[in-house]
């Protein structure tokens, strides 16, 4: 059982085009997140959800559009895709403490997004 | 905005040397956590330190939280192949949100 699922695991689109993640997780977490890793493997935070409400929005062009249909579920929208979109695209859940703390990320397999 | 920074950015040892990655963060963290990613995967939580002073082991790794709270430290004896990978330290800045760190790539030569 994959705790974290992600689709698609691979990407490849033409610029300006729109595409969507999914994401899924079964551990009953309350937070979900969307990170970037870049060609140097830095991680960024793009966004996060708990309880399905927006509680993280980083300095992401709103081409990209976050959805969280329910606890389980976080899914990414892209709009108008651009060169410097090309990443892989992780997404996580944790459970927090009642001081927003968690015990730890649950990453999922992360989808490599190429845009040419 | 908080950062946090580890050193070295890559690492080379042979089979059997021991290597160890340092986290610095801008500011005090309650508490830290590290994750390894091996090359083409994802990033695995290892462990999360709370305490000032914090030592934890787990088999051939030792981690530690600095006495201010503003510092880590991952330790590997013995590296094994195994061991290659990116290894991340987080911290939380706020609610809700980790930082993760530069990350150090080590590479293991058998």
Redesign the interface.
């Known amino acids: 059982d994959t705790a974290v699922s992600q689709t698609p695991k691979y990407l490849v689109t033409q610029m300006g085009n729109d595409k969507s993640i999914k994401c899924e997780q079964n551990l009953g977490h309350d937070?979900m997140y969307w990170?970037k890793q870049d060609s140097k493997?830095?991680?960024?935070?793009m966004f996060?959800y708990?309880n399905k409400e927006l509680?993280?929005n980083e300095t992401v062009p709103n081409r990209f559009s976050p959805k969280s249909p329910d606890k389980a579920h976080l899914n990414l929208h892209i709009n108008s895709l651009e060169l410097g979109d090309s990443a892989v695209y992780?997404c996580a859940s944790s459970l927090?403490t009642g001081?927003?703390?968690?015990?730890?990320?649950?990453?999922?397999?992360?989808t490599r997004l190429t845009v040419v | 905005g908080q950062q946090v920074m580890q050193i070295p950015q890559y690492q080379h040892v042979q089979e059997g040397e021991d290597f160890t990655t340092y986290c610095n963060s801008s500011t005090t963290l309650?508490?830290i956590?590290w994750?390894k990613?091996r090359p083409g995967?994802?990033?695995?939580?290892l462990i999360?330190l709370v305490k000032s002073g914090e030592v934890k082991k787990q088999k051939r790794l030792t981690f530690q939280f600095g006495e201010a709270k503003k510092n880590s430290s991952l330790h590997i004896t013995a590296t094994q192949t195994t061991d290659v990978g990116?290894y991340?330290c987080?911290g939380?800045p706020?609610?809700?949100?980790?930082?993760?760190g530069?990350?150090t790539?080590l590479k293991v030569l058998a």
């Open positions: 937070t990170y493997k830095f991680l960024k935070i996060s708990n509680i993280i992780f927090h001081q927003g703390e968690n015990y730890g990320y649950t990453f999922g397999s992360g | 309650s508490n956590q994750y990613q995967g994802h990033p695995v939580f999360q990116t991340f987080a939380p706020g609610t809700y949100k980790y930082i993760f530069t990350g790539r």
